[in-house]
C-alpha cells in the first residue's frame, strides 16, 4: 500500500485526494498545511490522516508538495532537513523546474507533474516529468497515482510550461466559455437558470463525445456543422473574429507567466 503525504491542504490537494479516494488505487493519505484546520477538515472529508510537518514526511512514502510556486522554496529548505532516502517526491507547482528540486534535494527521486483539476472526476490530463534520480518503481508509483486520476503522458521538462498552457490552465478557459455561452444565452431570451442548464450540459455531452476517442474534434466539429446551416453560422463568426489568434494568445501568455515564474523562482 502507498501512503502518500499532502503539504499543502488546498484546491489541488482536494481534487487529487478526491479523485485518489474514488480510485481502486490502495494507499493511505496523510495531510499537513500551515493552517491544521484546513488539513483536519480535508482530513475528515476524505477518511485521511492529519499531522505535523514531521509526521507526514516520516510516514509517506511518497511526498506530494501541493503549495503554491511561492512557498516551494522554503518548503524546499525544510525537507532538505530529512531523511528521504527511498522516497518519492512528487512536485506539482507551475513555473518551477525539475533543476530547482533536484539541486535543492540532492539525489532524491523527483516526479514533476502537471495535473489539472479534472483529477476531482478521474479525468486529469497529467504531465508528468521524470527526475534522474527516479527508479523504475517509483516511475511506476507516479503514473499508477497519475493514472488513478485520468491520463498521462511523460514529457520532458522543457514542455511542461506547454502543457500548463494546454491542460494545467486549459479546464479555466472552458468554464470562462460556459460562462460565456449562457451570458449570451440570457441576452438571446433565456432564463438564466435556462442558460446556464444549456450551457453546462452541452460542454459535458461535448467532453462525452470526445472521451468516446473514435473521431477528433476537428470530425466531430465538422459533423454538426452543415454547410450555410446554423453552426456554421457561428462558427463563421468565432473564425472571422479572430478566435484562433485569441486563444493562441491567451496560451502563449500562460506559458510567458509559467516562464517568468521560473525566472522568479530559479535558484
Ligand atoms: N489549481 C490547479 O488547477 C493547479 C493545476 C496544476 C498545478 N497546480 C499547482 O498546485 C499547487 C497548489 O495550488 P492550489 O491551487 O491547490 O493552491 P492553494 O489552494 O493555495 O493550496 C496551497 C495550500 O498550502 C498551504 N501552504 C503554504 N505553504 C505551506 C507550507 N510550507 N506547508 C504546508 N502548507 C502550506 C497554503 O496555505 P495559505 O493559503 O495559508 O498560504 C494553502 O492552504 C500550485 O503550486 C499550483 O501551481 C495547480
Not at 488505487?25 to 499537513?32: E, K, N, P
Not at 534535494?105 to 514533476?112: C, E, H, N, W
Amino acid at each position: 500500500m502507498n501512503k502518500i503525504g499532502f503539504i499543502g491542504a488546498g484546491n489541488l490537494a482536494s481534487s487529487i485526494i478526491k479523485g485518489l479516494t474514488q480510485s481502486k488505487m490502495d494507499s493511505s493519505i496523510y495531510l499537513f498545511d500551515i493552517l491544521r484546520k484546513k488539513a483536519d477538515s480535508l482530513a475528515e472529508e476524505f477518511n485521511a490522516h492529519s499531522g505535523t510537518f514531521s509526521e507526514v514526511v516520516r510516514k509517506s512514502n511518497v511526498v506530494v508538495l501541493t503549495v503554491k510556486p511561492k512557498d516551494v522554496k522554503g518548503l524546499l529548505l525544510e525537507l532538505s532537513g530529512y531523511s528521504l532516502a527511498g522516497k518519492l517526491i512528487i512536485a506539482v507547482a507551475a513555473g518551477i523546474r525539475l533543476a530547482v528540486y533536484e539541486q535543492a534535494l540532492s539525489g532524491v527521486g523527483i516526479v514533476r507533474v502537471m495535473p489539472n483539476t479534472s483529477s476531482a472526476v478521474l479525468h486529469s490530463a497529467s504531465g508528468l516529468v521524470r527526475g534522474r534520480y527516479v527508479t523504475d518503481e517509483q516511475a511506476t508509483v507516479a503514473e499508477n497515482m497519475f493514472s488513478a486520476l485520468g491520463k498521462l503522458v511523460w514529457v520532458e521538462d522543457r514542455k511542461i510550461n506547454a502543457v500548463t498552457a494546454v491542460s494545467g490552465s486549459g479546464p479555466a478557459y472552458l468554464y470562462l466559455f460556459a460562462e460565456l455561452m449562457a451570458k449570451a444565452g440570457v441576452k438571446l431570451g433565456l432564463t438564466e437558470e435556462e442558460a446556464e442548464f444549456f450551457a453546462k450540459e452541452t460542454l459535458v455531452g461535448t467532453g462525452k463525445m470526445l472521451a468516446e476517442g473514435s473521431r477528433t474534434p476537428r470530425e466531430l466539429r465538422e459533423a454538426v456543422t452543415s454547410p450555410n446551416g446554423t453552426t456554421f453560422a457561428a462558427l463563421n463568426i468565432f473564425l472571422q473574429e479572430g478566435l484562433e489568434n485569441i486563444v493562441f494568445k491567451a496560451m502563449a501568455a500562460c506559458l510567458r507567466r509559467a516562464e517568468e515564474m521560473e525566472g522568479e523562482y530559479k535558484r
